[in-house]
């Protein structure tokens, strides 16, 4: 669900929502201010408003900015992680795995919610518990990646976590990078060129028990 469509539903003040309903709707409104103002420059007053709710009802939910904050990178870190373990559980072929998990990091940036930036730009990362979560999901996006390597090239968990931390972190560089700039090349091509660019180096490595 988009930040739009989390805040479409009860604008006016007042209106009546189940609690999960509600704070699907508070989550949505904070994205939006966040993404648009960043964290510092943004305030719960900006937020109850985006939300078309008084301020106590905004606290009832969450007791302060940070909290608020936190609540929405869990959300959106469980997004990456779970498209790029969707990514690699999509295929058997490694080719096309490489490049279903490239595709997950440009279509996590290209979204029109700019989740990514809580998660890759934030400007709260000197907040500890902000710097783990980013940290946690970055970490867990390679083990994923990097159990597929293991199990088929028969590396080891180090060297395996090696590659598959160069392989996520190449990703979501790039993916930022084609974004920001407003590159002419299109997603389909951009992921395409960067499949090849990665799927030189790690077809280097043979499949386990080819004994290459």
Wanted: hydrophobic share 40%.
């Amino acid at each position: 669900m988009t930040a739009m469509e989390q805040t479409e539903a009860a604008r006016p003040r007042g209106t009546r929502l189940p609690r999960h309903a509600r704070r699907n709707q508070l989550l949505g409104a904070a994205q939006e201010v966040f993404v648009a103002q960043g964290y510092h420059a943004a305030a719960m007053d900006d937020i109850a408003e985006r939300a078309g709710v008084s301020k106590p009802v905004l606290y009832q939910h969450f007791p302060g900015k940070l909290e608020l904050y936190l609540a929405l990178l869990d959300q959106h870190c469980e997004a990456l992680l779970q498209s790029v373990r969707t990514a690699l559980a999509s295929t058997t072929d490694n080719k096309q795995r490489v490049e279903a998990t490239m595709d997950a990091y440009f279509a996590y940036v290209e979204d029109e919610g700019g989740a990514f930036r809580l998660v890759f730009e934030s400007d709260l990362t000197n907040e500890p518990e902000v710097r783990e979560r980013v940290d946690r999901v970055a970490m867990q996006c390679a083990e994923a990646i990097s159990d597929v390597i293991a199990e088929d090239t028969g590396l080891s968990k180090d060297e395996s976590m090696l590659l598959a931390t160069g392989l996520g972190g190449v990703s979501q560089v790039v993916a930022r990078y084609w974004l920001s700039s407003a590159s002419p090349v299109p997603r389909e091509k951009a992921v395409s060129l960067l499949t090849s660019l990665a799927w030189r180096g790690i077809a280097g490595f043979p499949l386990h028990g080819e004994g290459h």
